[in-house]
């Protein structure tokens, strides 16, 4: 199984390029993470965001491969504790499938793309930079995988 994480945005601080690939890196050879960077619409004082946000929304729809299952980043999505993503990464390595996950621009995510998604995921109740969602989300699945795998990087109760 792949996990690829799609985000709108590109030309990050080599902060999150050093993370996200920290982490990844970790990733086993059987559940690799991919990070794939959609370029964000321009945006002016006077763009239609709706429109901007539909049109990033397409982008990140045709970025999916077929079959993947899809899991939206979204505030309004379910919050997992770590032991509980730690289950929900043990049921998507047992489907079969690769995942894409789904981080939209500053507008959030279209309706396509919630619609699309099978499961959607609020990191937590708290906004954060999108750049910060690729590290948290990175360090969140290799640690869901240390619990998998009994790693001692996972120290939780």
Same mark, same amino acid.
């Given at each position: /199984? $792949?996990?690829q994480l799609l985000a709108i945005g590109s030309k990050m601080p080599g902060w @999150? #390029?050093?993370?996200?690939?920290? =982490?990844?890196?970790? /990733?086993?050879?059987?559940?690799?993470? !991919?990070?794939?960077?959609?370029?964000?619409?321009?945006?002016?004082? #006077?763009?239609?965001?709706?429109?901007? $946000? &539909? !049109?990033?929304?397409?982008?990140?729809?045709?970025?999916? *491969?077929?079959?993947?299952?899809?899991?939206?980043?979204?505030?309004?999505?379910?919050?997992? *504790?770590?032991?509980e993503l730690a289950r929900q990464l043990d049921k998507w390595m047992m489907s079969?499938?690769?995942?894409?996950?789904?981080?939209?621009? *500053?507008?959030?995510?279209? &309706?396509?793309?919630?619609? $699309?998604?099978?499961?959607?995921?609020?990191?937590?109740?708290?906004?954060?930079?999108? *750049?910060? @969602?690729?590290?948290?989300?990175?360090? &969140?699945?290799?640690?869901?995988?240390?619990?998998?795998? #009994?790693?001692? =990087?996972?120290?939780?109760?």
């Amino acid at each position: /199984m $792949r996990i690829q994480l799609l985000a709108i945005g590109s030309k990050m601080p080599g902060w @999150v #390029n050093e993370g996200t690939q920290e =982490y990844a890196s970790r /990733m086993p050879p059987h559940c690799p993470l !991919l990070i794939r960077e959609i370029a964000a619409e321009k945006r002016t004082k #006077n763009s239609d965001l709706q429109r901007i $946000r &539909q !049109l990033e929304g397409e982008k990140l729809l045709a970025a999916v *491969p077929s079959g993947d299952l899809v899991v939206a980043l979204d505030v309004r999505g379910r919050q997992w *504790p770590t032991e509980e993503l730690a289950r929900q990464l043990d049921k998507w390595m047992m489907s079969g499938r690769d995942v894409s996950l789904l981080v939209g621009g *500053p507008e959030g995510l279209s &309706q396509g793309c919630l619609q $699309r998604a099978e499961q959607s995921w609020s990191l937590s109740l708290l906004t954060f930079p999108h *750049p910060l @969602v690729r590290v948290i989300v990175s360090e &969140q699945l290799f640690r869901a995988w240390s619990i998998l795998a #009994n790693h001692p =990087y996972h120290r939780g109760d």
